[in-house]
């Protein structure tokens, strides 16, 4: 399983490099106006989202739509291996800075929150909701672990060609509500 996972993953990466610069400038904006167009969460409520990461899809424009729209938008911190991330609340003044990993971060004085919806990365996925992450586990353990305390939405967002036709999955890997790309929305049926 971890070696299917392992080569998913390099391909994955791939595919994601090869997304041309401006297609990608664009896929960020029209993120945003999907997101609005299929989904309208409570007023106030927590989104926590991802600052892009390598080729990662640039969720900035959603963010400041949100940030701008009255909720309260969040950045994932990874806390420490096989723990749930916490959340920090963002705004589009808040400075961030590289972590451990090498990605942007909030600062430790950002007020830790608890996230309502999760727009979450990942190399690859399918129609069934599954993802496939970096390896980590971090997603996967935040999601069963927030889940029993209350209800979470987390989207699963990506390019359109990071579609697969199955992601290996084992029992500790958590099915994603939806998906959002640069082209669709799309609501996975449990």
């Avoid at 916490?86 to 929150?113: I, S």
């Avoid at 129609?127 to 980590?136: D, F, I, K, V």
């Amino acid at each position: 399983m971890q070696d299917l996972k392992r080569n998913l993953r390099l391909a994955a990466e791939e595919t994601r490099k090869q997304v041309s610069k401006k297609a990608a400038k664009e896929a960020g904006f029209l993120l945003s106006q999907l997101f609005f167009s299929r989904w309208s969460p409570e007023p106030g409520c927590v989104i926590s989202g991802f600052w892009p990461f390598r080729s990662e899809i640039d969720l900035k424009p959603l963010l400041h739509a949100l940030h701008g729209k009255g909720y309260i938008v969040a950045l994932p911190e990874v806390v420490a291996a096989r723990k749930p991330l916490l959340f920090r609340h963002w705004t589009p003044v808040t400075p961030l800075k590289k972590d451990f990993y090498g990605v942007l971060a909030l600062p430790k004085t950002a007020t830790p929150v608890k996230p309502d919806w999760l727009l979450v990365p990942l190399l690859a996925f399918d129609m069934e909701g599954y993802r496939l992450g970096y390896g980590g586990g971090y997603y996967d353990v935040t999601l069963s672990q927030v889940s029993i305390d209350k209800q979470i939405y987390s989207i699963g967002v990506a390019y359109d060609q990071q579609e697969v036709d199955r992601v290996p999955r084992e029992k500790k890997d958590y099915q994603l509500d939806a998906i959002l790309t640069e082209t669709r929305t799309i609501t996975i049926e449990a």
